[in-house]
Structures are given as structure tokens and as C-alpha cells.
């Protein structure tokens, strides 16, 4: 019995050591995740806490190009406070642009806490009544997108249209006829009205410019401001109503 029992004994042994061995390794391997995995958690929460920190938060919105509505596209853009490493330049870009009179709008982001919006506004080219003593500025896509107690010299007024405020839009045969409108015509006529027998320009001291219907109004403006500028006798009328074949008389 001693002679089998022995050899026995030391095997029983050596699987022991070598289950023991395992499950240190097991130990350790089980240790270094949970090192490995509290280490990753501190980085994300070290890097959470700067991303939200106030050294990273939006202190400062610089508005360019926005004039009058400098403070709307700030408002719209609605970034102050907010962490800059976050910051959606194309959603930021959008919420300036739904602004009326923003044509586009571009945002920079300058670390560590002051963004630059740049804004184009789309052209002004006509007005309308916007209450007593108030007229409201029109882009060319018959949108109001100021509110002002005098236009500007050389818009003319889109008659016809009701009251406007901020964000409303007139007709839009008349405000696309006031944007087609070469800038040198435009100065010259005082009022857009759109007339059962079509849209008609009034120019002061002049003939009057009878546009037909709203189609192809950048070639009848080319044509209306060409055959306004080449009268030699005085005209009651100018037709361009189809543009390749104008009439004055």
C-alpha cells in the first residue's frame, strides 16, 4: 500500500499547485481588468469634466455681417453657456440661417470659449407698409426682414401687399419682379404693382413698365432697363412683356 499510496500522494499534490497556480493567474488577470477597466473610467470622466467645464464653455458669440439682426442670429444660434467642444457647426449654421433676411451663415469655433458666426443677408429690394409710420424692408424672396421708420432710397414699394412684420412675406411675383430688377432700374422706380393685365413698374417722370405675367422676369428687366435707357422721345409705356420683342409708345 505505501509503494502505490506515495506517487499518488505527489500527483495529488502537483495538480493542487498547479490548480493554485491558475487560479492566482486567474487572480491577477481578474485584478489587471479591473485596474485597466478603473483607469478607462477615470479618463472618461477626467475628459467629461474638462468638455463641461466653464473654461470650455461659450463666453463669447461674435455675429458678423448680420447688421440690424445681429442680435436675432445670436439669440437663434442659442450657443452661449454651452461647451464649445460640442458645438455642431452645421446645426448652429442652420438655426442662424432660419433668421429672416439670412441668406447663409458659416460658424467658426475659436478655443477655448468664443464662437464666430458669419453671416450673408439676402438683399433688400423693395417695401411695404408695416403699420403708422413704419415700413418693413422685403428680400427677394418677398420676405420682411426689418422693420424701419424710413426705407432706404432706391427701393421701390410693393404695392397692394398688406401690412408686413417681421417674418411675413408679400406676393411673391412682386418681390421676385423687385430682385430681378437691375440695381440702376431699381433706383429709378418708385412702386411695383401687380395689375389685372399684369405686373407694372412706375418710374417717376417716365413711361410706365408693363411686365405681363411673372415669367422670365430677368430678361424682361434686362430688356425694360435697355429700352429705358435708349429712349430718345418721351414714352407713356414700356412693354416687355415678351422680352425679345419690346414695345415703347
Partial sequence: ????????????????????????ANGRRRLHRLVLGAGILTVLLVAVAIV??????????VVDGAGTEQADVAQAAGVAGKPIVL?????????????????????????????????????????????????????GDGQATAIVARAPAGLPVLAGAPAAQVGSRVPSALARLAAALPATLRARVSTLLSLPTGLTALVPGG???????????????QAAAAVLGALVAPATYIDVSVPGAPVAG
Fill in 1 to 24: 500500500m505505501t509503494a502505490v499510496t506515495a506517487p499518488r500522494a505527489r500527483m495529488d499534490q502537483r495538480v493542487r499547485a498547479r490548480r493554485v497556480a491558475v487560479q492566482r
Fill in 52 to 61: 463641461y467645464s466653464p473654461l470650455l464653455a461659450v463666453r463669447t458669440v
Fill in 87 to 139: 458645438l455642431s457647426a452645421g446645426s448652429v449654421a442652420a438655426a442662424a440661417e432660419s433668421v429672416p433676411g439670412v441668406a447663409s451663415a458659416t460658424v467658426t469655433r475659436h478655443f477655448p470659449s468664443t464662437v464666430v458666426i458669419h453671416v450673408t443677408l439676402e438683399p433688400t429690394v423693395g417695401s411695404v407698409a408695416a403699420g403708422p409710420g413704419k415700413v418693413a424692408l422685403i428680400d
Fill in 207 to 221: 413711361p410706365q413698365l408693363h411686365f405681363g405675367d411673372g415669367t422670365q422676369l430677368a430678361a424682361k428687366a
